[in-house]
């Protein structure tokens, strides 16, 4: 079954630099959602989307951006990046927004920030 | 609002043995409650999920979980642990009063002793 994708699977940066992570939800999930986990951490919710428009946001930082296009697909822009802003970044989608829906998760994106 | 308290960073048990991971919520509204695990540098995988239907709930590998409204626990159970099991493993609560975020423990780790 097709799972969410993720790209790149790594990234290095340096600070100051940008960078965008993109997603590819489980074909029909209208929902995307993005954490970023630190090391050693827990996810930390960053934003979310439902059908292409910004439906909750989260811990987000000013430098961070995100859109979800027509197709489904979300990109999170990062600019000025930091060093802490090295962590996995999670994707996830669902079919909707409903509380029991299950969040698919995918394999994430490694960013070092040098 | 909600939150997730798991208990014990790290939990070590015998391959064969007993292997309880315990989380408690906290929740104004009746909860959606969910386990994930994360293998070393995988994404996030679900175990199980309870969504107020039966209160015990089965998931994959063996694992399951009780819902327990009088002791807001829903800690996560498996009789017999194998290698395999060794992974880190979260708890997490749906919010109910913004777009159905997931709120995340901090995680367990799972260690198998041979």
């Known amino acids: 079954a097709a799972g969410v994708i993720q790209s790149p699977r790594h990234l290095i940066k340096e600070k100051r630099e940008t960078a965008t992570l993109k997603c590819y939800p489980i074909?029909?999930?209208?929902?995307v959602y993005w954490y970023q986990q630190g090391p050693g951490q827990d996810p930390q919710f960053l934003i979310s989307?439902?059908?292409?428009?910004?439906?909750d946001k989260g811990s987000i930082p000013d430098r961070f951006s995100a859109q979800q296009f027509s197709d489904y697909h979300s990109e999170l822009n990062m600019s000025s990046l930091e060093l802490g802003d090295s962590a996995l970044y999670f994707c996830?989608?669902?079919?909707?927004?409903?509380?029991?829906?299950?969040?698919?998760f995918g394999p994430g994106t490694r960013l070092t920030v040098l | 609002a909600q939150s997730v308290t798991q208990l014990g960073s790290h939990v070590s048990v015998s391959e064969g043995a007993l292997v309880l991971l315990r989380c408690n919520y906290s929740?104004?509204?009746?909860?959606?409650l969910f386990w994930y695990v994360q293998y070393p540098n995988q994404g996030l995988q679900l175990l199980l999920k309870?969504?107020?239907?039966a209160t015990l709930v089965k998931g994959i590998n063996g694992f399951e979980a009780e819902f327990k409204k009088s002791e807001t626990s829903f800690h996560l159970t498996k009789p017999s642990a194998h290698m395999s099991d060794a992974a880190e493993y979260f708890c997490?609560?749906?919010?109910?009063?913004?777009?159905?975020?997931?709120?995340w423990g901090a995680g367990t780790k799972l260690i198998i002793k041979p």
């Open positions: 929740s104004s509204v009746p909860p959606y």
């Open positions: 309870y969504t107020s239907a």
């Open positions: 074909p029909r999930h209208d929902t």
């Open positions: 997490a609560v749906r919010a109910a009063d913004s777009n159905y975020q997931l709120i």
């Open positions: 996830a989608s669902s079919p909707g927004t409903s509380a029991y829906n299950e969040q698919f």
């Open positions: 989307f439902y059908e292409k428009m910004q439906s």
